[in-house]
C-alpha cells in the first residue's frame, strides 16, 4: 500500500492529498480531496486536506530535515516522533486543550491530527488586537496538568527517568541553546538585528557582564535541569484560540527541562503583544483598553498557575519528601523565578536573534520600531537580572508598567 511513500521525500500539496487518499483510512470512498500547504513556522510543512463533497478535513504535518527558516539549520526528522507521542501524552493530561492526534507515520515523518480551522492562530488574533477572556483559565490549566503531573513530585522516579530518555530532543534542544541563550548575547554573525537596535544592543547588553554571567547560569540550567516534560515553544504562534476554546500544538521542542521555561514564554509573548498595541493602535481608548487586558492576562496567568499549581500539589504529590511542609512553596517560587528569566530571554532574543516576532518586526515605522524593540530589551534584562524578587503576576505587571511609564511617549 505504500507504493511511493516506502522512503522518504518532502512532500508538496498535490503529494500530501494523494497520501491522504492513498495512505490513510479517514476519508470515505469517492472523496474529492484538495490540499492547501500552509505552514508559516521556522521548520516544518503543514498541509490541510479537505473533502469537497463532506468538507471533512485533517492536517498532516511533515518534518523536513533542513529548517525552513535557515538550510543552515539541520535538524532531526525524529522531532516527528516526539511530537506525536506528545500530543497522545497532552491530550491525556490536559484533554480539550490539545488537538486530537490520529496517525504518526515514521517513513514520511509525518503525523495527522486534528483541524483547528474554525480556530486562529493567537499572534495573528492579538496583531487584530482581539481579546479571550478565557485564555488565562486555559494556558494556566495546560500548564499545571502538563509540567507538575510529569516531574518527580508526582511521578514515580524510575519511570519519569525512562521517560526523560524517549524524549531526548539533541537538534531541537541544541536550537534553543543558541538561539535563546547564546546568540542573542553577542554579536553573532547569525543575529538579525534591525540597524536602530545595534547600538543600544551592544551597550545595553553585550558589555553588561553581570548579565552574561547570569545568562550563562541560565543556558546551563536549562541544558541540565530535567524537571517537567515541557512543550519547548510554548507561545502566541503555538496556540489556537476561539473565544471559548485554547488549543496547544506543535509540541516538537519537548524534552524534560525546567518548568518555568513554558510559563516564560506564555508571559513574553502576552508582552510582546502589549508593546506592539502601544506603539501601533491609533485610536487611544482602544488601545489601553487592549494594553489593560493584555496585563490583567499577564497577572491571572501568573496567578492561576500558582493557585492551581498548588492545589494540585497537594492533591497529587507522592514523593514524601515532597509533602513536607513549605516544600511545595519553594518548589513553585523557583519555577516562578524560572518563568521571570524566560521572560527576558525570549523578549531579547526575539528582537536580536535569528527568528522575530511580527508583533515588533512587523511594525512598518521605523521609529516605532526602534521604540519597541529598546523597550523589550529592557524589561528582558530587568525579568532576567531582578527574577528573585518575582513572585506573582503582580511583580510581573509592575515590571512592564515601570518600564513603560520610562520611556518616551509615544
Known amino acids: 500500500m505504500r507504493g511511493k511513500y516506502s522512503e522518504y521525500f518532502t512532500m508538496n500539496e ?3 492529498a494523494d497520501y491522504a487518499a492513498t495512505q490513510l ?59 506525536s507521542q506528545i500530543l497522545k501524552l497532552q491530550y491525556e493530561l490536559a484533554p480539550g486543550l490539545v488537538p486530537q492526534f490520529y496517525h504518526y507515520d515514521p517513513v514520511m515523518n509525518c503525523c495527522v491530527m486534528e483541524d483547528l480551522s474554525d480556530h486562529v492562530i493567537m499572534r495573528k488574533a492579538l496583531l487584530e488586537y482581539r481579546q479571550f477572556p478565557l485564555f488565562a483559565d486555559h494556558i494556566s490549566k495546560f500548564m499545571v496538568n502538563t509540567l507538575l503531573l510529569t516531574s518527580d513530585v508526582v511521578m ?43 547600538e543600544f544592543a551592544k551597550a545595553f547588553l553585550w558589555e553588561d557582564e553581570a548579565l552574561l554571567l547570569e545568562t550563562a547560569k541560565l543556558k546551563f540550567e ?37 518548568a518555568g521555561y513554558d510559563v516564560g514564554n506564555v508571559i513574553a509573548h502576552l508582552i510582546f503583544a502589549y508593546v506592539n498595541a502601544d506603539c501601533v493602535m491609533e485610536d487611544a481608548p482602544a488601545r489601553e483598553a487592549q494594553k489593560a487586558w493584555l496585563l490583567s492576562s499577564v497577572r ?53 536573534g535569528l527568528a522575530h516576532v511580527k508583533d515588533i518586526a512587523g511594525i512598518e515605522d521605523d521609529m516605532a520600531r526602534a521604540r519597541a524593540e529598546k523597550l523589550c530589551l529592557q524589561m528582558g534584562k530587568a525579568f532576567i537580572m531582578d527574577r528573585s524578587g518575582m513572585k506573582d503576576g503582580g511583580d510581573f505587571v509592575r515590571a512592564v508598567e515601570e518600564h513603560m511609564s520610562g520611556a518616551s511617549t509615544r
Open 222 to 258: 536549562f541544558m541540565n535541569h530535567a524537571q517537567s516534560l515541557l512543550h519547548g515553544d510554548l507561545h502566541s504562534g503555538s496556540i489556537f484560540v476561539t473565544e471559548d476554546s485554547t488549543k496547544i500544538i506543535d509540541p516538537e521542542f519537548a524534552f524534560f527541562g525546567p
Open 300 to 352: 491571572e496567568v501568573i496567578d492561576l498557575f500558582r493557585e492551581k499549581f498548588l492545589s494540585a500539589f497537594r492533591e497529587h504529590a507522592t514523593d514524601r519528601s515532597a509533602k513536607i511542609p513549605g516544600f511545595d512553596l519553594y518548589y513553585l517560587d523557583q519555577i516562578i523565578q524560572d518563568a521571570s528569566a524566560v521572560v527576558g530571554l525570549e523578549l531579547v532574543r526575539r528582537i536580536l
Open 156 to 198: 514515580d522516579h524510575k519511570a519519569k527517568k525512562d521517560l526523560v530518555k524517549s524524549f531526548i530532543n539533541p537538534d531541537l534542544c541544541e536550537i534553543s541553546e543558541d538561539l535563546v541563550y547564546t546568540e542573542p548575547f553577542y554579536d553573532c554573525p547569525r543575529n538579525d538585528i534591525f540597524g536602530p537596535t545595534r
Open 25 to 83: 483510512d479517514m476519508f470515505s470512498e469517492g472523496a474529492s480531496l484538495t490540499c492547501k500547504e500552509i505552514g508559516d513556522g521556522n521548520l516544518n510543512y503543514v498541509f490541510r486536506v479537505v473533502d469537497a463533497h463532506s468538507g471533512q478535513s485533517i492536517i498532516i504535518k511533515q518534518a523536513g530535515p533542513v529548517a525552513r527558516i535557515s538550510a543552515d539549520i539541520f535538524v532531526s526528522t525524529d522531532r516527528n516522533r516526539i511530537e
Open 14 to 16: 498535490s503529494d500530501a
